[in-house]
């Protein structure tokens, strides 16, 4: 039985949700914190648990955690001790590999995580090589099931790379100590991580059906070594992955998650639009090889069918959005034949900044279809927008229920180009 099975079965439900208060002093401190969650706000990372909500009140930071069923490790200790469990050598090699991976993407982020027992959060002031000892010191823990001594002594965990790999974490020469990528590049690290990523079905018998939970934990192993290796990377490396086929299979991730239970589901699914955003990368070459697979197609059930509007969040309709910026006119021409504008507009009743990545996303693809169009000619779209009534309900949620000043400027902008040759109606001048 796994370390997450034993938690999942231990734990009480009320670790799965958790909410925190931050109270600043001082002025420049909440500045600061506001700098790091806008930079983590949209982050997403298989190993990571990530911020659900924010609210800012006075002097006070309201957070809003997603599941975290593991609770901590400080608590994850306490019940494996209370039950008599020794944490076995490979689970022990499996945690230390989703740190890894997870430590190395943070730091690529240019962002530095404070690491305990008892909590892991973003933070601006600790080391990336303080992240690597206290990383180590939770392995120790982990490992022994007891806190760090002076001098460091194992008792449970025998000889052998694992009691390497946590020695080295905690030596105190900072040039001998590890840093993320290099931890992560530790051949026992990899082996691990190789064997989540591998195709489960080359070790089942043919007679056998492989869990989902399996191919869950297959697909996160491989998102999470892509988005690390696209985090930094070159727009000619990026490039490169597309050219090699990166978009197939991510929209076969896609394709996959969206058959499965959405506690399944919902975390690729986010994690696969983050990639698509990566890869893009402003590059309108890029845009265009992910176009020509399916992936644009999934992320479009995805965003207007799949998810319910109160669940699609800023990734999902940004990695759409991103195809509608960097796309040829002649994409976009296909993306109105697709039912796109049709598929998200209901995102304008949304979150404020998902139902803005759609006004732009919309407004990108009728300004498109406006350079199609001569000066004096119908709109391409008027017709067909008109009687199936997109523009209601670009008026209705655009303008007269917008939820900011930009959408509502945005929608006017798409509402004036589909008149350019028609008189606007009075009830929407």
Same mark, same amino acid.
């Given at each position: 039985?796994s370390?997450e099975?034993?938690?999942?079965?231990?734990?009480?439900?009320?670790?799965?949700?958790?909410?925190e208060t931050?109270?600043?002093?001082?002025? *420049?401190? *909440?500045?600061?914190?506001?700098?790091m969650l806008?930079?983590?706000?949209h982050l997403?990372?298989p190993?990571l648990v990530?911020?659900?909500?924010?609210?800012f009140?006075?002097n006070?930071?309201h957070?809003?955690?997603?599941?975290?069923?593991?609770?901590?490790?400080?608590? !994850?200790? @306490?019940?494996?001790?209370?039950?008599g469990?020794?944490i076995?050598?490979?689970?022990? !090699?499996?945690?230390?590999?989703?740190g890894a991976?997870?430590?190395?993407?943070l730091?690529?982020? /240019?962002?530095?995580?404070?690491?305990? %027992?008892s909590?892991?959060?973003?933070?601006?002031?600790?080391?990336?090589e303080q992240?690597?000892?206290?990383?180590g010191e939770v392995?120790?823990a %982990? @490992?022994?099931?007891q806190?760090?001594? &002076?001098?460091?002594?194992? +008792?449970i965990?025998?000889?052998g790379?694992?009691?390497?790999?946590?020695?080295?974490?905690? $030596?105190?020469d900072l040039?001998?100590r590890?840093? @993320?990528?290099?931890?992560?590049?530790k051949?026992?690290?990899?082996d691990?991580?190789?064997?989540w990523?591998?195709?489960?079905?080359?070790f %089942?018998?043919?007679?056998q059906v492989i869990?989902?939970?399996t191919?869950?934990?297959s #697909?996160?192993a #491989?998102?999470?070594?892509?988005?690390?290796?696209?985090s &930094?990377?070159?727009? $000619?490396?990026?490039?490169?992955?597309?050219?090699?086929?990166?978009f197939?299979?991510?929209?076969k991730?896609l394709?996959w =998650?969206?058959?499965?239970?959405n506690?399944l589901a919902?975390p690729?699914q986010?994690?696969?639009?983050q990639?698509?955003?990566c890869?893009i $990368?402003?590059?309108s070459?890029?845009a /265009?090889?992910g176009?020509q697979?399916e992936?644009?197609?999934q992320?479009?059930? %995805?965003a207007?069918?799949?998810l &319910?509007?109160?669940?699609?969040?800023?990734v999902?309709?940004?990695s759409?959005k991103?195809f509608?910026?960097?796309?040829s006119?002649?994409? /976009?021409?296909?993306?109105?034949?697709m039912?796109?504008v049709q598929?998200? *507009?209901r995102n304008l009743?949304?979150?404020?900044?998902?139902?803005?990545?759609?006004? @732009?996303?919309?407004v990108?693809?009728i300004?498109?279809?406006?350079?199609?169009?001569k000066d004096l000619e119908?709109?391409?779209?008027?017709?067909?927008f008109?009687?199936?009534?997109v523009?209601?309900?670009?008026?209705?949620d655009?303008?007269?229920?917008?939820?900011?000043?930009?959408i509502?400027?945005?929608?006017?902008?798409g509402?004036?180009?589909?008149y350019? =040759?028609?008189?606007?109606? +009075?009830?929407?001048?």
């Open positions: 039985m370390i099975d034993r938690a999942n079965k231990t734990l009480d439900d009320e670790i799965s949700s958790k909410k931050y109270t600043f002093l001082a002025e *420049k401190l *909440k500045k600061q914190a506001i700098e806008n930079r983590i706000e997403s990372f190993f990530m911020i659900n909500e924010k609210l009140n006075d006070q930071l957070l809003t955690r997603e599941n975290f069923p593991l609770g901590s490790v400080e608590q !994850l200790i @306490a019940k494996e001790r209370k039950q469990f020794v076995k050598e490979q689970e022990l !090699l499996d945690f230390a590999a989703q991976l997870a430590l190395a993407f730091h690529k982020h /240019k962002i530095s995580a404070q690491i305990s %027992l909590n892991v959060f973003i933070a601006n002031d600790c080391t990336y992240n690597m000892r206290n990383f392995l120790f %982990l @490992a022994e099931l806190m760090l001594c &002076d001098p460091i002594q194992f +008792i965990l025998p000889y790379p694992t009691r390497n790999l946590i020695l080295q974490l905690l $030596d105190k040039k001998q590890p840093n @993320a990528e290099q931890f992560l590049a051949p026992e690290i990899q691990r991580i190789r064997t990523v591998m195709d489960p079905m080359k %089942l018998p043919k007679t869990s989902a939970q191919q869950f934990s #697909y996160r #491989y998102l999470a070594q892509l988005m690390i290796e696209i &930094d990377a070159s727009a $000619d490396k990026k490039l490169i992955l597309a050219q090699q086929g990166e197939d299979q991510l929209a991730v394709k =998650a969206h058959q499965q239970s506690d919902r690729l986010e994690w696969v639009c990639c698509v955003e890869l $990368d402003e590059n070459q890029t /265009k090889i176009f697979t992936i644009f197609h992320i479009q059930l %995805l207007g069918n799949y &319910d509007i109160d669940e699609v969040k800023f999902h309709i940004n759409l991103l509608t910026t960097f796309g006119d002649e994409d /976009k021409k296909t993306m109105f034949d039912g796109v598929s998200i *507009k009743q949304g979150k404020v900044d998902v139902a803005e990545k759609t006004a @732009a996303a919309i990108n693809i300004s498109s279809l406006n350079r199609s169009t119908q709109h391409i779209s008027f017709q067909t008109n009687q199936n009534g523009i209601t309900s670009l008026f209705e655009g303008i007269l229920n917008a939820k900011s000043e930009n509502g400027k945005m929608i006017s902008e509402i004036g180009w589909l350019k =040759a028609e008189p606007i109606p +009075i009830e929407i001048k």
